[in-house]
């Protein structure tokens, strides 16, 4: 079974600028989710989506984090514009579907590393 | 929301010897308890997980127990090899919507 998959693996760029990253979930996965990882810390949930609706998006940045997931599949989260505090190693994870005991583990991708310079 | 403390930040063993590394959480409605190994350059991998009927869970050198009274759950490494070197994270969240909540992490070496 093919895991989680995202791109790109690495990314440089200026403050102000935009940048988009992509995820492909394990197949009939229902739920999605972005994950932010700053270096030294655990990941922190930014956004959770059940097929292709949100479920939960506090804490997303959204005067410049934006994120969408067409047709329940695959997903991109953009920046826009890019801040140094940005910097950071950006997650997707994906389950089966959440609100349904054992369904919910969740299994990560390899994960953006995002330098803002 | 939840805040989950994770100690310790560092460990460092000798490869056979036992590694624990313990967690405390704040919400008393979370249930599920996941852990997770991250190498370099990966992303976090799920090594083992327990929900809260149950104390303890083992699979093969590694086991997790729990405390719900106490709010803390540990993790425990067997025999530990090389391979065992990475970063640990626990992770806490309610069962009726696994948005997790991740510990700082702990950095393992295991000596050889």
């Given amino acids: 079974e093919a895991g989680v998959a995202q791109s790109p693996r690495y990314k440089i760029i200026e403050k102000r600028q935009s940048v988009a990253f992509w995820c492909n ?8 989710y972005w994950y932010q990882q700053i ?31 067409l047709k329940g599949v695959d997903s991109t989260l953009k920046i826009q514009p890019a801040k140094l505090e940005d910097s950071a190693v950006y997650l997707c994870a ?9 369904l919910g583990t969740q299994y990560f991708g390899p994960g953006t590393r995002l330098l803002v310079l | 929301g939840e805040n989950v403390e994770q100690h310790p930040s560092t460990l460092s063993v000798q490869e ?9 959480y704040s919400d008393s409605a979370s249930n599920y ?20 009927n149950v104390g ?9 127990t729990l405390n719900k009274t106490a709010k803390h759950f540990s993790l425990h490494i067997t025999e530990t090899q090389p391979e065992d070197s990475a970063v640990y994270f626990c992770a806490a969240s309610r069962s009726n919507d696994y948005k997790l909540s991740f510990g700082a992490g702990t950095t393992v070496t295991v000596r050889a």
Avoid: M
């Avoid at chain 1, 979930?25 to 999605?32: F, V, Y």
């Avoid at chain 1, 479920?55 to 969408?68: H, I, M, N, T, Y």
């Fill in chain 1, 25 to 32: 979930p394990i197949s009939g996965h229902a739920t999605l």
């Fill in chain 1, 39 to 69: 270096l030294g810390q655990g990941p922190k949930l930014l956004i959770q989506f059940q097929n292709n609706g949100v479920v939960d998006d506090s804490q997303l940045p959204k005067d410049r984090f934006s994120a969408e997931r």
């Fill in chain 1, 94 to 102: 994906s389950s089966l579907g959440a609100r349904t005991s054992g």
């Fill in chain 2, 16 to 24: 056979g010897d036992s590694a624990v590394i313990k967690c405390t």
């Fill in chain 2, 33 to 52: 308890f996941p852990w997770y190994k991250q190498e370099l350059g990966k992303g976090p991998q799920l090594i083992i997980d327990i929900r809260s």
């Fill in chain 2, 56 to 64: 303890e869970k083992k699979d093969q050198r590694i086991a997790v």
